[in-house]
């Protein structure tokens, strides 16, 4: 199917003599004497691409430019006119003309703005469609409340330039929360650039922020651009920022403020123009009182809250999420997609998930590998999911009081042991006890 062309010109000479030639060049071709049966059968017709003259009868040229992009935006148009200026072509190219071209008209320009005009229409859609497949592949899946309402959040303030606290344990997806305002706001075309501040040595991390220039850090060679700067116009997501420590914090609320910084090692000031998220699965208010946050950062970060559930209070949500994980993990091994069995779905269904979303992902990649038969049923599952907690009313059938409390410090510690993703010395920090008297838990040695 070859492109419709539709021209708008009030002298019949230029119709019929360029409407020849585009038809000659065997594109399709439509004409109109003027504003408004141009825009008529830009409705009807839809054509691909419009070549309009400034002065016509009626509404004028520009006039007609406005409409055709208030209607349809994405429609190129370039604009011919036997009186061009610098005036008129400044004026049509900030209402959206793709190009200006004077008459006496040249067949070979109008040729090549012309393909030009469609080869960038047909990289827009294809960047649009793009744009489409990430925000399906990063959705948010699910339909409990919790979800939903979580979804409304994120449609409300996307389109937004407001920064947003996630908050949620580990492994609920606040990432995944953080990309989709993203791509909802803006600022999509423009790049995030992720900071995961709690794996960036303590020593690094303003280079890491603000660049550096070359010699400023030891072992560098060369000037580096920091993460602020490498998200100019974009997102910065600044992920577990409750680890951030306190020197940096300062700066980092420096440059919140005053949207200003310098390259470490260097004197000339940089303006920063970016939309922060950050993310963390502290009690931020805690740290606060503990002196491990500044206060003032967090309200300036806080503007927007957003917590992210953890899949405990959404197991509405497990069958669908655990169809998507059994779909991606079959697309990804190139083999058929396994179901899972009734048995192992109320298993799912009754777990706590500690890990959160990421404990079942990994867990149905692990299931798709190992399992052989199709059909994954309650005897594949891992012990973990399958033995008996000492929770909720077994912790009353317990008759020692002392070893109540271990049983229910040692269920504790297991969630959120696997909250802090195995890590003792992070879990002891987080709870406030010892990494001995954790892993004295564990050992069964506590007393």
Known sequence: MFPSILIADDEPSILQSLGGLLTDEGFEVLTAD???????????????????????????????????KKAHPVLPVIIITGHGNVETAVKATKLGAFDLIEKPLNIDKIIVAINNALNFRRLEEENRYLRKKIIERHSINGNSKPVQALKMQIATVAPTDSWVLIKGENGTGKELVARTLHQLSPRAESPMVNVNCAAVPESLIESELFGHEKGAVPGSSARKRGKFELANTGTIFLDEI????????????????????????????????????????????????????????????????????????????????????????????????????????????????????????NLIERLVIMVQHDTITRKDLPANLLETKHTGSALFSIDSFDQARIAFEAEYVRKKLAAHDADIEKTADAIGVKPAYIQSLLDGKAE
């Open 34 to 68: 003027n504003g408004y049966e141009a825009l008529k059968i830009i409705d009807a017709e839809a054509p691909d691409l419009v070549i309009l003259d400034i002065w016509m009868p009626g509404i004028d040229g520009i006039e007609t430019l406005k409409e055709i």
């Open 242 to 361: 409750g680890d951030m420590n306190l020197s940096t914090q300062a700066k980092l609320l420096r440059i919140l403020d005053e949207k200003k910084y310098q390259r470490v090692g260097g004197g000339r000031e940089l303006t920063s123009d970016v939309r922060v998220i950050a993310a963390t699965n502290k009690d931020l208010e805690l740290e606060i009182n503990n002196g491990n946050f500044r206060e003032d950062l967090y309200y300036r970060l806080n503007v927007v809250p957003i917590d992210v559930p953890p899949l405990r209070d959404r197991t509405d949500d497990i069958p669908i999420l655990v169809e998507t994980f059994l779909a991606e993990a079959a697309a990804s091994n190139r083999e058929k997609q396994k179901t899972i069995a009734d048995d192992a779905m109320d298993i799912f269904k009754k777990y706590t998930w500690p890990g959160n979303v990421r404990e079942l992902k």
